[in-house]
C-alpha cells in the first residue's frame, strides 16, 4: 500500500473528488460490551459499500455532541464542506442531556462584568488541581484559545451565552480558585429556529424534565422549589408549565430550550445554516485509509454501507465509553466486569470512537487518576421495564440531606461534587462489598427538594415509592429496615449530624465550607429556619424517604491522546495524518481530575474550534484547499487558518 504522508501528493477538492468504492460491511466490531475488537480501518479499494455521488467533504465528523459540532460548525465557517455522522436517530448525545455549563476562563461574559484575570491564575489553578499529571503546553493553548472561542460562537453563529460569574471552583481551597466568571452556560434557545430539524434534536433526559420541559439551573430552579411557597414563583412556574403545554400541543415538544439541550440545538442549527449536513442514524463502522491517512470511513445506513470520503479528515467525536462494558473493565477499577458502573450518559456512547482511532493507530491514555467523570447515579424503574440512570448533581447539597453506606455511616461531605463524592463513597467501600449508598431525608424536605427523580410537591411521590425507587419509613428505624441499613448506626448518625445541623457545624466532613458548597446549598431557607449552615438542617419529622445511590458517570476522561491541535498520535507519538478527536473521545486535558463544573464541555468546545482551524489549513491537513470558499478567511499556508 503507498506510503502517503500529509505531506504527500495534495488531494483534490471534495466538491471534483469522486468516492472511492468502500468495503464489505460487517457488523461493528464495538458496540456495548464488545471491547478493543479488531481492526476498524479498511483500505481504499475493492469492496461492495453503496456508490454514492454525494458523499465525499472536507471534513467528516463522527458524533455530533458539543465535540463534534464545535468542529463541524467552525470548518463549515472556514469554507470546508462537512458531513456529521450520528449513530442515533437523533443527534445531540450526552450534550443534549447535560447541564450546558462550560468551563470557560476569562471568558469575554466575565471580562464584560469585571471579571478580569491573567492567564496565569487559571492556569496556577490547574497546576495545583492536577499536579504531577499538569501538561502546561495543553493547558495553555486551551486558556489562550477559550475566550476566542467564545467570541466566534456568540458573534457569528446562534449560539449565545449565560455568565456563570457567580459560580466558584468545585476546590475552594485550592491557591487561584475562582469564586466566580469561569464558567458560561448555554442561553436559552427557541427550539422553532431549527424548523423540521427539531424532531431531530435529542430531547433532554426525561427524569431530569417536568412532563419533557427542561428547567435552567440557577434562578430558574429556584423559582419550581419554592413554587408552593411564594406568589412569584408559583406564577414563574405556572406560565413556564403552561407555555410548555401549549408546545406540546402545536410541536409536540417543547420549544424553550435549556441547559444541554439549547446547546445542542443551537449548533445544530449554526451548522444546518452553515451548510453542514448533519446524518442522523448512521453510525460509523471503521476507518478509509490511504496508506497512513486517515481518509474517510463507512457508515451504515438504511440504504446499506456508505462510504463518505473525507479530503481533509475525520474527527472522532463518540463520546468516549461510557457504555463500554470491556474499556470500563479495563479502565475503572471499581467496575470488575464493566457492568458496575452504572454511566449516566447517552447509550450510543459505547466506545465506538476510541476502537475506531486504535484501528489507525492511536492510543488511548490508560494513565488518568480516575477514567471517568464519576457521580452518583440512581437507578430509576421506567413503566416501559427499561432503567433509567440518574446523577446526583443538585440535591446532595441541600439542607436537611445526609448520604450513609449500609453501615449507618457518612462517608463524606455530600455537597462537594459529583466527582469527590463518588471517589469518597469509592475509597469508603471494602474491597468485595458493592459500591452503593444511600441518600436520607425527611419528608419536609422530600416534599421541598425532591429526591434524586422523585420530584418535590405538587408531583405525587407513589408512582416512585411503587417501583422502589423510593424507600419510605415512619421512623429511621423503618426506613433502614426497608434499605438494609444498619439501624442503630443510621439513628445515631442522624441524632449527631441533627445537633451539628443546628450549630451549622460539620465536625465531620466540613460541609459548606467551602464557596462551591455554599452556592449548591440553599442559604435563604437555611437562613428562614435558623439553621447557620446553607448546606445543613436537621432530619427531624417522619416519614423518612432513601434512595439507593451507585457507582456511576456523567461520560469518561480517558480517551485518544491528541497533540495541541486535536491530532490522534500515533504509539510514536506522531500525529496520524487526517484523524483528529474531540470531546470524550480526547484524553481528557484534566488527565482524571474534576477541579471545576463544565471541564468536559468546555474543552470539547475549545479544541471542536481549534481542530477544525487546524484542518481548514491545507499545508497543516495535508490536503487540499477547502472546496467552499463561501465562509473562509484566508489563511497562511502551514499554519493554522485563524477565526479571530
Ligand atoms: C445529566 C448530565 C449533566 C451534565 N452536565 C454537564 C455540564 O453542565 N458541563 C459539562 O462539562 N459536562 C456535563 N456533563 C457531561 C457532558 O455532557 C459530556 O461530557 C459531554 O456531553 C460529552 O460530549 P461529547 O461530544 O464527547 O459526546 P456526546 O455529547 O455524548 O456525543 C457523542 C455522540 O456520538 C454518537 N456516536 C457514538 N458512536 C458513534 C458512531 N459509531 N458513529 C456515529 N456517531 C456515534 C453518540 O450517539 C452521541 O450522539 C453532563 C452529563 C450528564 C449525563
Redesign the pocket.
Known sequence: MPDRSPQSPKQPPASAQRPTAAHEEEPAS?GRGTGFAGPQTAPPSGGDAQRRGGDVCDLLV???????LSAAVTAAHLGLKVIV????PQ?????A??????WLPRNPLAVEAGIVEPIDEPLNYLRHELGERFDEARARTFLDAAPRMVEFFRSRTALRFIDGNAIPDFHGRTPHASLGGRSLCAAPFDGRRLGPHIQRLKPP?PE?TLWGMGIASGAELRHFFNALRKPASFWFVAKRVLSHWKDLLVHRRGMRLVN?NALVAALAASALEAGVEIRTAS??RRLVRDGERVTGAVLTTSDGPVEVHATRGVLL????FPHDDARKAALLPHARTGREHHS???R???G??LRLGESAGGRVGADLLQAA?LAPVSLVPRADGSVAHF?H?IERAKPGLIMVRADGHRFANEADSYHDVLQALLQATPPGQPVQAWLVCDHAFMRHYGLGAAKPAPMPLGPMLANGYVKRGRTLAELAHACGIAADALQTTVQRYNAMARAGKDEDFDKGETPYNRMQGDAAFATERGWPNACMGPLESGPFYAVRVVAGS??TFAGLKVNAQAQVLDAQGQPIPGLYA????MDSMMAGHYPS??????P?MTFGWIAAQHLATPAAAGAAPPSRGRHQQPGKAGSAVSLD
Open positions: 464495538g463522527i458524533g455530533s455532541g458539543a465535540g463534534g455522522a450520528e449513530k442515533e443527534f445531540g448525545g450526552t450534550t442531556w447535560s447541564g450546558g455549563w462550560m433526559l431530569t444541554g453510525p460509523a467525536a463518540c463520546g468516549g449516566a450518559a447517552s450510543g456512547n459505547t465506538d470512537g467523570a446523577p448533581l456523567l461520560g474531540g470531546g470524550n473521545d463544573g463544565g471541564i468536559t464541555l468546555g470539547a
